[in-house]
Structures are given as structure tokens and as C-alpha cells.
């Protein structure tokens, strides 16, 4: 399951958000790229524990804190999707 939005940073920066679960790997993610630049912003898998995190809270708390982002409209999606086996 991804999502793919576009966001202001609470610096005024448009970027692209791509989060959700990887079914396969068992994970959650979020990628987050600065729109105009397509540079990247942030990278769940430059993380050590990547893999383990299995509750998309976290990074809303990250995109919150460190960009200003609200993606709560995301976690009770995707952290439901991790519990359909």
C-alpha cells in the first residue's frame, strides 16, 4: 500500500511525501522529497532499525517535528493495512 501526496513543509518547501506499508517486507516507510529539486529530504531506510518500526505513528511524529507535516490523516490506514494477514 503508498501514498503519494504533496505537502508544505512549515518552512513554505512543497514537497512530495511517499509513505504506507510494504506487504512483502513487512514495514512501514516514508520517503520525503523536495518537490522542485527532487532531492531527498528524508529516507526511513537511512534508519538502522528500518525494517523493525510496525507503526506508521513514528513517522508522523518524525514529519511532524522535523517538517511540519500532518500525515495523521495516514496512520490509522496504514497501520490497518499491516493487520490484514
Not at 503519494?4 to 518552512?11: D, G, P
Not at 516514508?30 to 510496525?54: Q, S
Not at 513514528?58 to 514529519?63: C, D, K, L, T
Request: charged share 35%; proline share 1%; hydrophobic share 35%.
Amino acid at each position: 500500500m503508498q501514498i503519494n501526496v504533496k505537502k508544505t513543509t512549515k518552512q513554505g518547501k512543497q514537497v512530495k511525501v511517499l509513505c504506507g506499508y510494504d506487504r512483502p517486507l513487512d514495514y512501514v516507510f516514508m520517503c520525503i522529497f523536495d518537490e522542485n529539486e527532487e532531492e531527498l529530504l528524508y529516507d526511513n531506510l537511512a534508519l538502522k532499525n528500518a525494517l523493525k518500526i510496525k507503526d506508521f505513528s513514528f513517522f508522523e511524529n518524525v514529519a511532524k517535528l522535523e517538517f511540519g507535516i500532518d500525515l495523521s490523516e495516514y496512520t490509522k490506514k496504514i497501520n490497518e493495512e499491516m493487520q490484514k494477514k
